[in-house]
């Protein structure tokens, strides 16, 4: 998914909130990039409310020093399964974290083909530290990218399909 490498490097990250005119449908995109002398990466989480209908979308766009970049898209998913809130929580399998992960920068291990999210840690009695990773591990002669989100000692994945060449 990433190629090696090391270097100074920059990440950013924005929210985007757009309602239709009649108030019920919502749209809302959270991007983050990040920038280095090896590799270039754009991952961006849309969540379209619409009335009782609600899906999300995600795409990622990775471009290292050595090859064509390569776009990965997550195809419709019901928001019961992930979803971005207004506020900028990734809510997936319906557990919020109560945090604008738009906020977050995104660090990219390229060695480990593993993009970051956190760690984030709640300001609340017994505190608990969440963590999103993306990353993507070979099965037999294709790649298998998942989702996985960690909350203290409790780990969730969604598996993101399998990718053959």
């Given at each position: ?13 924005w ?27 754009d ?16 795409r ?64 609340a ?41």
């Amino acid at each position: 998914m990433l190629a090696s490498g090391c270097g100074d490097s920059e990440a950013s990250s924005w929210l985007e909130v757009e309602h239709d005119d009649a108030g019920d449908t919502t749209r809302v995109t959270a991007t983050w990039t990040y920038r280095s002398n090896e590799v270039d990466v754009d991952l961006t989480l849309v969540t379209d409310y619409s009335g009782m209908d609600c899906v999300t979308t995600a795409r990622l766009w990775v471009n290292d020093a050595t090859s064509a970049p390569d776009t990965y898209r997550l195809e419709a998913t019901e928001c019961a399964t992930l979803a971005l809130t207004e506020e900028g929580d990734i809510v997936l399998r319906e557990s919020p974290t109560g945090h604008d992960w738009s906020s977050e920068s995104l660090r990219v291990d390229t060695g480990r083909s593993r993009l970051d999210l956190g760690p984030w840690t709640a300001a609340a009695d017994g505190a608990i530290t969440y963590r999103f990773t993306l990353s993507s591990s070979p099965c037999g002669s294709c790649d298998c990218p998942r989702l996985t989100r960690r909350a203290g000692s409790e780990e969730s994945s969604l598996d993101l399909g399998r990718r053959c060449d």
